[in-house]
């Protein structure tokens, strides 16, 4: 729970439990979230819950996962480096909506990047790759989160929010190889969080830190049948529940100020506001997790607030993120909050996973942060980005009161601080409340090491824990937490030190905190118990490094699992089990105490069976090491609420180094036996311990100080106050005084007295409080004993050059004038370099009574920057800034005058020197001001002095700590409370020696251009310090000299100095002439302690030395420290030659040496950059050893041959060590001659472990010495008969021979002889009799190169050797094939006795035998499909057991067996790095370590060559044994044709804004550049295809470098490296494993297979058998041979690796399989990484390809490999609509009429061409739709790889087509026409061409059951059927469509016609569009509608008819009969008028 050294930066993505904010629904959205007990099965805190199951097996899994999560992180750098993130979205399944356009953004932190948007589909194929990178701080980077976000793309609103997944890159990291691979995420909603899942995307992850190894992720296939719910990233059977956070905030404690208390000054001058002072800070508590964050109220002015609220955060639970943050805040109106400190909680360490597991629960307990020091200024803070918790904190800033809950099931309903139940507050005030006082106590033993730096000024050291104990506080109490201001002294060579003699300074501390002791104590048990295993291990480990019996290694190794059995089965160091009694228990301490017993009974358990069982050292050690990791991991406290003891060095009153002690390693644990320690106390608790101050971390870690800040040896205490008497047993001999103290002051005014005093005449050291003696008053329950005394602080007795024979005196002489005037004498004419202290005169310094002038005069020093008179020149001295050229403006010069001083006394001023100790007994110290350093002796400039009163206190019985209390001088109601001193009084001390015995180092860094050092070693203990000899020039230093350092002085007990000694800090420099020497590394090492005069000298040992932690060499020394009180030492040393003064390490130490001769093979040097600005031209190399160096002779022309034409060197009879532990490094030196003679030195290397190259590696019993065993009878046995000889081998030729790997083991079966080995093939001098034999081999086989070999980890899967036997030019060839890669026509060579074949089919094959036509189509199209390609699939998809092999290669495994061998990795390390002949060694030029991750790394070429080592006899005159390297090849160069097969490459990092590249491939050979294929780019893809060969000649060694480099093609700017990848030709010519064309699995003359090799099989055993000094084989008839005394035997099987008459003779076949039993090259494939120079440690993807090289004079190679890609064919589909039926009526007309304007789209997927659609159905007024419409869609498609091939533009501005392969996916819709909106979506279908269901032949039997579901486990009704071969189907098939909640819904019938015909056959079978001409194959009629099928606006009398009169043809009539009527009455009534006039007057 502690802060500031585990820190990370604001998180501000979201997260959690896989990346909701506030949760969702379970997987199923009906299922009820799981309980608490289940959910906690997987609460593994981040990377434990991903895929843990259940049992043990699962607990395993995810222990093991915690385990290599905590290595991972512990190996990455502090600062910050370079990462990178790659993101693979493959696909999504399953998403809800309807019609939907998915598109997926990436987020990682603040970068984001989208997918391409997928029309119209649920189910979406991504298959992008997109990558981020970032530089920043491991920490911090492994917190960034990275989310995706599938939204539904939308053109004219914003996009819409499907489903969201979170974690963070932590995550990612902590699994295997970095890489998350090929898993399904679970979508939800963030804003719906009941609405359960909303899909799936499936998604591979890679984090790339420095150096790491690219995991390449697989290629997306679509698997319809693959399962999802196994394969997701979330707890195995765990569902993924709504969860809640709560975290309870009741109070934080001690918050220091924080805002400006400026305001209040002023109020206080005006009198207004309160008088109580004010709390200047505004907290408030931040908590975030995941990217959630949540506040507390800010309570203002407030330094221990009480929030009593309780925040709540809801999220998915099991989470993937991994740690709360606490930040507690300073509110600020009008800037930016502060912070005031940061502290973390791990879900890992407060959770557990498993079925025995539980939910995350914290507390009650406290939560120390960490951060600046607490002093507030109203400048800047220096430090304060260290309150943000990314670097470790160097004080203590506050504590919070916190405890968590986690629920299941539920979400916060608000995010706002909510407060504490009154009653929860009380429980936790009344419980958890509760203080303990304790005392923190220390003694400081000896301050050492300290820096010139630091020393100007007194230093005092201050002890605090938590915020007591801090002086420079004033809300603190004060406390005696410092010591004494004191003047460090000097130890006369390099460092500092306090002298503090037999009054050691004593620092107490009386705190308060809550009893944790069961905590603690359970804690320390464990740690110990971890100590004791790891010192064991050690011991252990020594043992098998020296090589010891074994007898005594198996002894220690069961005494390390006895004693670790013993330890965790001893009743004393059981854990405390905590009490359900205790109110403090929290239920965290239940549960950890429950896992720390299982875990500790499991490793018992472990343990014994290990003891039983064990066999191999190396294997039981490794398990031990897990025991101790396990153990680890249960060491740690979470609620160790006791904060850090912080040590604190104070100089001039400021901070300036610190040290952080955790309170659980100096805790003390009560025993019932006060005088036994008990096994809970802390490791160094009450024991003497080294502590190391550091520097406070720089921000951007710049410039780091290289000094340690100080060295201390100290005692530290900390218990219950009520076990404080114990403290007083770790005093050991010395005895606990308290004084109370007072100063004396006094001022020199017309003489000394108390007139002119700035400060009290009684004061305290710091002259701030008026200390008067007589108003000491005793302290309650202390009393004095005797009177005050005089007591002068001790380091006021030395002056600045005590400890030095030799001091350099200097002094300025200052000169001054007026503008316009000349120099005069200034004020101050004599000073000091500050100018501030003026002496008399240089004549007139005086020199103590110890020391005389060396140099009779003093001399002006002028060896620095100044003119000629020695002036240098300011505007004002107090400015410094002097330069040395005088300026008009310049108004004041000084010069410096030196004269050196040696120590010596006289008898006269030994006397005098006793005058001046009496009168120092007055203790008076004197200085100029009281503000400057004290000094003993007066001078004639000293102004003021004073002197130091003590008086001595006793304590009485239960005495408190002492306090003194003075009211203020101004305000007496102001009381001031003084602590006391203590101190630790001594009354004898123990005189030591140290010896030194350095002898050597190995791989010191370089500190001088010319990659060497000049070092020597400052070794430093107690205080004093000493130096070796300079050696010059090498980082191999061999000093072998003791040290001697005398009259050391330690106090204490010498067995506890015993027990635990003082360090030995030894320091390596660099000696430079001009400047500081320049700093190598450190090494700090405890000593060997003889008490006892036969103690046995120690041994030299191996200590690492570090440099700003980083490794940077080794040191062989051995340290000896021997109590020196009256028992005689051993006998100095021997001196060395010419030196008085030095010593030699002793015999008995030193390494016992042996006559040895060393062999080198200088083989030559390459890559030799420019030295001193010109080119080597003439290298030669010296190598040297022990002493003694051999040169070769120059290299005539690097240009014309860079090999040394006798590389053969020996070195004999040198003296080296028998062991191999001491044996000295191999320095290897390469010099260039150039004109008159110079030979400037181009660059070192130094082989540190020459016992690699020891005479085992090189195999000395070669197969020729062996007997002859004559062959059995020639006759072969019958079939399945057993072979009559042990030493016959049958090989058979069956397909089970291979076994998947391409290699064919032949052993023999029950033989009692070993076959050779394959590496037995060294550069060995063989008998007279046996080169003889071998001279008659060699003669029959050609010429043969005999080559060393190297010892290599493991066996490699396959070999080759390279075999430089001449064969004649093969009758048949081939035009080679030119650089562009253009394949040449195949051609077929024919061996020598063979007849060729004819490549055709075979006649067998031919329809006049008989057979059908179909299967002569099939045997045509089988045929097709085979090709390099095929063989290509069947090699590198390797189905699992019970799988059937992939489609691709089906015909290919019909016909061959062949595989080629794909390696992972590049060939040279599936190898062992083809170093056999000799090794390639960097040769380093310039500073830096010679380390290939070092920034610094300055190689500036290599060196090939190889060493052997072995002894000699002793006698002179014995026989020595012959020279092991002979019958070396011939080292002229060689020309060879080269051939560069590029298959593809995998993951490029992307160059261009579109996240893709245009790879093209670029060549280099040398430096040369042979291929630029710029013009074949590929655009737009990072998994290029290039299927490519390019051939070059090459001679090696000149052109030995093979540069492969993919570009990035850009249209305007200059184009892009992608990467590059480096390949060494002449390591693959010259090695034994023949790596220049690999071995075919079976020799074939026709066909796929055909034999590449420029040389046959015999030629080829032949060659091999002579390189290995074998016989040449000897052939007792075509099927059996002999070799090496074992009897081959051919045996042909039935079923053969290939067709009849494509295989070769069989003599050669046999040949073939007796290669194979030799590690020799397979034909293979390797996968390259590329690198770019300008991110030299990120992998930049992979290159697949493979290297042939052919020797000029083996002759013509044959016809390369084809491996062009594959072209698609051009097809055509074609789809006829027929009808639909039961499609859903979407639409109301006016006439309530449920109806649908039915229309459909069909369109490929992916596809370029358009989206196809049939005419409208309008008014279905029944769900069916009649169309008869045809669709054409022409396409290309790759039969044999079933992919689609699609070119077409990413948008419009884009240049380039892009190419993709996709499934031929047929996409139909159906959709419900609309005028005047959108069209409504009805429903869908999706057919795989390939994989297609099969038809229903009626309507009726037409289901949903005809699609399978694997999700459901439904399958098919029918197997599905392949479009392609049955070129035609009909029928009808369901349309679906997908619910709200992912449901199936049945969305109609459609009855269709799909045919794929070829480009030729559709031109035969002529078509058009719909029903346009020509209207064939077949004829569509125009369908038979319904007459309402209409479109009502078109066709206004149909409206009308069929629309209007059906539905109100009686109301229109009814309508129409009254307007009738109406009218009629309307006329009547209109007439009757007239009518009736005329009839009534008669009118006509």
């Not at 002889?1313 to 007279?1328: A, F, H, I, T």
């Amino acid at each position: 729970g502690g802060g500031g050294g585990e820190g990370a930066d604001e998180v501000d993505g979201g997260g959690g439990g896989g990346g909701f904010d506030d949760g969702g629904g379970d997987d199923d959205g009906d299922e009820a979230a799981p309980t608490a007990d289940e959910a906690a099965g997987g609460a593994a805190g981040a990377p434990g819950v991903v895929m843990g199951g259940s049992g043990k097996e699962g607990k395993a899994q995810r222990r093991a996962m915690l385990r290599r999560r905590k290595a991972n992180r512990a190996n990455l750098p502090k600062k910050p480096c370079d990462f990178q993130v790659r993101i693979h979205i493959i696909e999504a399944r399953k998403l809800v909506g309807q019609n939907i356009n998915p598109v997926v953004n990436v987020r990682v932190w603040d970068q984001v990047q989208p997918t391409a948007v997928k029309k119209a589909t649920n189910r979406p194929l991504f298959d992008q790759t997109f990558y981020f990178s970032f530089h920043m701080a491991p920490r911090e980077f492994l917190d960034k989160v990275v989310t995706f976000e599938v939204m539904n793309s939308r053109t004219l609103r914003s996009d819409s929010m499907i489903g969201t997944f979170q974690f963070d890159t932590g995550l990612c990291y902590d699994f295997e190889q970095h890489s998350i691979i090929q898993k399904w995420l679970l979508l939800t909603n963030p804003l719906d969080p009941n609405a359960g899942p909303k899909g799936y995307l499936k998604i591979s992850c890679s984090v790339v830190g420095p150096n790491d190894e690219v995991k390449p992720h697989p290629k997306a296939v679509l698997d319809d049948n693959c399962d999802i719910e196994s394969n997701l990233l979330r707890p195995s059977g765990v569902q993924l529940a709504p969860a809640t956070f709560t975290i309870r905030i009741y109070r934080a404690e001690d918050v220091p100020q924080m805002d400006t208390a400026l305001f209040e000054g002023v109020k206080k001058v005006l009198g207004v506001g309160s008088k109580k002072p004010k709390e200047l800070v505004d907290p408030y508590v931040q908590m975030s997790f995941a990217g959630n964050k949540s506040e507390t109220t800010t309570l203002y002015n407030n330094a221990n607030p009480e929030f009593k609220e309780e925040l709540k955060i809801g999220c998915k639970f099991p989470s993937m993120c991994d740690r709360i943050r606490l930040r507690l805040m300073d509110k600020d109106n009008f800037n930016r909050d502060d912070t005031v400190g940061t502290g973390y909680l791990n879900l890992s360490e407060i959770s557990a996973p498993g079925e025995t597991g539980f939910l995350p629960t914290f507390g009650p307990a406290w939560v120390n942060v960490y951060g600046s020091p607490r002093e507030y200024s109203d400048m800047m803070d220096e430090y304060d980005y260290l309150n943000q918790g990314i670097l470790e904190g160097v004080a203590y800033r506050a504590r919070m009161l916190i405890e968590v809950t986690s629920e299941i099931g539920v979400l916060p309903e608000t995010r706002k601080a909510l407060p504490i139940d009154d009653s929860e507050v009380a429980r936790v005030e009344q419980y958890f409340l509760r203080r303990r006082k304790f005392q923190l106590r220390a003694a400081f033993m000896e301050g050492t090491l300290v820096p010139e730096s630091v020393a100007d000024s007194p230093v005092s050291f201050e002890l605090s824990i938590g915020n007591y104990g801090n002086e420079l506080d004033k809300n603190v109490p004060p406390a005696s937490s410092t010591t004494q201001p004191t003047n460090p002294v000097s130890d006369g060579e390099f460092y500092y030190y306090l002298p503090w003699t037999k009054s050691k300074p004593c620092a107490s501390v009386t705190c308060h905190w809550e009893d944790v002791s069961g905590r603690i104590d359970a804690l320390n048990l464990l740690i110990n118990t971890c100590d004791r295993l790891e010192k064991s291990m050690q011991r252990v480990h020594h043992l098998q490094q020296i090589e010891a019996p074994p007898a005594e290694t198996a002894r220690a190794f069961i005494d390390l699992v006895d004693s670790l059995k013993k330890d965790l089965e001893d009743p004393r160091r059981q854990l405390p089990a905590p009490s359900r009694k205790n109110q403090t228990v929290t239920k965290l301490d239940f549960q950890i105490y429950a896992i720390r017993d299982q875990e500790i009974k499991a490793i018992m358990e472990s343990a014994q069976q290990l003891r039983m069982s064990a066999t191999d050292l190396v294997e039981a050690m490794n398990e031990v090491d897990t025991y101790l990791h396990r153990l680890r991991g249960l060491a740690f406290e979470g609620q160790n609420s006791v904060p850090d003891v912080i040590i604190w060095m104070l100089s001039n009153k400021k901070r300036v180094a610190f040290a952080r002690i955790p309170a659980n390693e100096v805790m003390y644990a009560h025993h019932a036996d006060s005088t036994k320690w008990t096994e809970a106390c802390g490791k160094n608790c009450g024991k003497p311990q080294t502590v190391y101050l550091r520097w406070p971390p720089k921000k951007d870690n710049t410039s780091p100080k290289f000094q340690v800040a100080a060295q201390l040896r100290l005692v530290i205490w900390l218990g219950q106050d009520q076990y404080a008497s114990d403290w007083i047993r770790s005093a050991d001999e010395g005895e606990i005084s308290v004084y109370a103290e007072t100063y004396e002051n006094q001022a020199n005014f017309l003489g000394w007295g108390k007139k002119g005093v700035s400060r009290p005449c009684w004061s305290d050291a710091n002259g701030k409080m008026a200390l008067e003696q007589d108003k000491f008053v005793e302290p309650e329950g202390w009393k004095w004993t005797g009177d005050w005394h005089i007591n002068p602080e001790s380091s006021s007795t030395f002056s600045s050059d005590s400890g030095k024979s030799e001091f350099l005196e200097d002094i300025f002489e200052y000169q001054e004038r007026i503008p316009g005037t000349s120099w005069g004498h200034a004020k101050t004419f004599w000073g000091n370099v500050r100018a501030d202290e003026a002496a008399g005169g240089r004549d007139e310094v005086e020199l103590e009574e110890d020391w005389v002038w060396q140099d009779p005069e003093w001399t002006l020093d002028k060896n620095r920057a100044c003119d000629e008179d020695g002036y240098e020149y300011t505007l004002d001295p107090s400015m410094a800034g002097y330069v040395p050229v005088e300026r008009n403006y310049h108004l004041c010069r000084r010069r410096r005058w030196v004269r050196r001083r040696m120590r010596h006394m006289t008898e006269k001023q030994k006397k005098k020197m006793a005058k001046r100790q009496e009168k120092m007994k007055e203790g008076w110290e004197y200085s100029r001001l009281f503000s400057t350093k004290f000094h003993a002796l007066e001078k004639k400039i000293d102004l003021v002095r004073r002197r130091r009163w003590h008086r001595k206190l006793v304590a009485q019985d239960n005495a408190a700590a002492p306090m003194f209390y003075f009211p203020d001088a101004d305000e007496e109601e102001i009381i001031h409370r003084v602590t006391p001193r203590m101190y630790m009084n001594f009354k004898d001390s123990h005189q030591y020696q140290l010896r030194v015995y350095l002898y050597q180092a190995r791989n010191v860094r370089s500190a001088d251009s010319s990659g060497l050092s000049d070092p020597y070693c400052r070794v430093a203990f107690s205080r004093q310090s000493t130096r070796s000899i300079i050696l010059k020039k090498t980082i191999m230093p061999t000093w072998d000299q003791t040290l001697i350092i005398d009259d050391i002085e330690l106090f204490g007990d010498p067995k506890i100095v015993a027990a635990v000694p003082p360090d030995v800090t030894i320091e390596l420099f660099d000696e430079d002439i001009i400047g500081k020497d320049e700093f190598l590394g450190r090494c700090t090492v405890k000593p060997h302690i003889r008490l006892q005069p036969n103690h046995p000298p120690p041994r030299l040992d191996w200590h690492p030395i570090k440099y700003f932690g980083k490794d940077a060499g080794e040191l062989l020394a051995a340290f000896h420290l021997m109590l020196n009180e009256g028992d005689e030492l051993p006998f100095a040393p021997e001196r060395m030659a010419g030196h008085d003064d030095l010593f030699r390490v002793p015999t008995g130490i030193r390494p016992v040496m042996q006559l040895m001769r060393v062999e080198a093979l200088c083989w030559g040097v390459r890559d030799l950059k420019r030295c001193q600005l010109l080119s080597v031209d003439k290298p030669h190399v010296a190598i040297s050893v022990g002493g003694k160096q051999v040169t070769t002779k120059p290299i005539k022309k690097m240009k014309k041959c860079p090999n040394y034409d006798d590389p053969h060197l020996v070195f004999e009879r040198v003296e080296l060590p028998k062991e191999e532990l001491y044996m000295p490094p191999l320095n290897i030196q390469v010099f260039d001659n150039r004109a008159f003679g110079r030979t400037p030195l181009v660059g070192t290397h130094s082989v540190i472990h020459m016992k690699n190259y020891k005479k085992d590696r090189f195999h000395f019993a070669p197969p020729l010495q062996q007997k002859r065993i004559e062959p059995p009878p020639v006759t072969p046995p019958p079939p399945g008969a057993a072979t009559p000889t042990s030493h016959i081998v049958e090989i058979r030729e069956s397909v089970g021979e291979t076994g998947g790997e391409g290699v064919r083991s032949a052993s023999p079966s029950a033989s009692p002889k070993p076959q050779p080995s394959v590496d037995d093939e060294p550069l060995v001098q063989l008998s007279p009799e046996d080169q003889a034999a071998a001279a008659k081999a060699i003669e029959a086989s050609g010429p043969a190169t005999i080559e060393p070999t190297s010892t290599t980890a493991s066996s490699p899967p396959a070999g080759a050797e390279g075999a430089t036997q001449p064969a004649a030019t093969p009758t048949g060839g081939a035009a080679k094939s030119p650089a562009t890669g253009a394949e040449p026509a195949p051609a077929v060579a024919t061996p020598a006795g063979e007849q060729p074949k004819s490549p055709t089919r075979p006649a067998s094959a031919t329809p006049s035998d008989g057979k059908l036509k179909k299967e002569v189509d099939e045997e045509e199209r089988k045929a097709k499909f085979v090709d390099w390609w095929s063989k290509y699939y069947a090699s590198t998809i390797i189905p699992a057991e019970g799988e059937e092999p992939d489609e691709r290669s089906l015909d290919y495994l019909e016909k061959y067996t062949d595989r080629i061998i794909v390696y992972d990795e590049p060939l040279e390390k599936a190898f062992g790095g083809f170093n056999d002949f000799v090794d390639t060694f960097p040769i380093f030029r310039g500073k830096g370590q010679r380390d290939e991750d070092d920034e610094d790394n300055q190689a500036v070429g290599k060196f090939k060559g190889i060493f052997c080592i072995y002894p000699l006899p002793e006698d002179d005159t014995a026989e020595q044994p012959p020279l092991v390297m002979s019958n070396i090849p011939s080292s002229k160069p060689q020309e060879c044709i080269v051939r560069i097969y590029v298959v593809k490459a995998n993951d490029l990092q992307p160059q261009d804004p579109n996240g893709k590249n245009d790879p093209y491939l670029r060549i280099y050979l040398g430096k040369e550049r042979l291929v630029n294929d710029k013009d074949s780019y590929i655009p737009n893809t990072l998994d290029p295809i290039f299927g490519k060969m390019f051939e070059i000649k090459a001679n090696l060694p000149v052109e030995h470098m093979l540069k492969i480099q993919l570009m990035d093609w850009d249209l305007l700017t200059a184009d892009d490296m992608i990467g590059q990848t480096v390949i060494d030709l002449e390591d693959r010519y010259l090695t034994k494993h023949r790596a220049t064309c690999g071995l075919s699995m079976s020799y074939c003359i026709d066909g796929t297979n055909i034999w590449r090799d420029n040389q046959r099989p015999t030629e080829l055993l032949e060659a091999v058998c002579g390189r290995r000094a074998l016989r040449a084989p000897e052939y007792l008839d075509d099927s059996r041979c002999m070799v090496a005394d074992q009897l081959y035997e051919l045996v042909p099987d039935d079923d053969l690796v290939a067709p009849p008459e494509e295989l070769g003779d069989m003599r050669e076949r046999l040949a073939l399989k007796v290669l194979h039993n030799f590690d020799l090259v397979p034909e293979h494939l390797e996968l390259r990484p590329l690198y770019n120079p300008l991110r030299p440690n990120l992998e930049c993807g992979k290159i697949q390809m493979w290297v042939d090289i052919f020797p000029e004079e083996k002759g013509i190679p044959r016809a390369p490999t084809n491996i062009s890609p594959r072209k698609p064919d051009e097809y055509e589909l074609r789809v006829i609509i027929y009808n639909v039926e039961e499609v859903p009526l979407d639409e109301t007309s006016i006439t309530g009429e449920q109806m649908s304007d039915i229309y459909l789209k069909g369109w490929l997927r992916d596809s370029a061409d358009k989206k196809h659609k049939t005419d409208v159905h309008y008014r279905s007024l029944n769900g069916e739709g009649n169309f008869n419409w045809r669709w054409i869609m022409p396409f290309e498609y790759i039969p044999a790889e079933k992919q689609m091939v699609i070119k077409k533009k990413a948008h419009f501005f884009s240049w380039d087509k892009t190419e993709i392969r996709r499934p031929a996916v047929l996409q139909l819709q159906v959709w419900d026409n609309d005028f005047f909106s959108l069209d409504d979506y009805l429903g869908s279908i999706e057919f795989n061409l390939c994989n297609m269901p099969p038809p229903a032949k009626t309507a009726r039997k037409c289901c949903q059951e005809q699609f399978g579901d694997p999700t459901v486990g439904r399958k098919p009704k029918k197997e599905y059927i392949n479009l392609f071969e049955s070129k035609r189907l009909q029928g009808w098939w369901p349309i679906r469509d997908i619910g709200p909640d992912g449901e199936v819904i049945h969305a109609g019938k459609l009855e269709m016609e799909v045919e794929i015909l070829t480009k030729e056959d559709s031109e035969l079978k002529p078509a058009g569009e719909s029903r346009d001409d020509p209207n064939t194959n077949p004829t569509l009629d125009p369908p038979n509608r319904p007459e309402t099928s209409f479109l009502w606006f078109t066709s206004p009398w149909k409206t009308f008819k069929f629309i209007i009169w059906r539905n109100y043809k009686w109301i229109i009539i009814g309508v129409l009969v009254l307007l009738l009527l109406v009218a009629f009455i309307a006329l009547i009534l209109y007439n009757v008028p007239g009518f009736s006039v005329r009839k009534l007057f008669g009118f006509q």
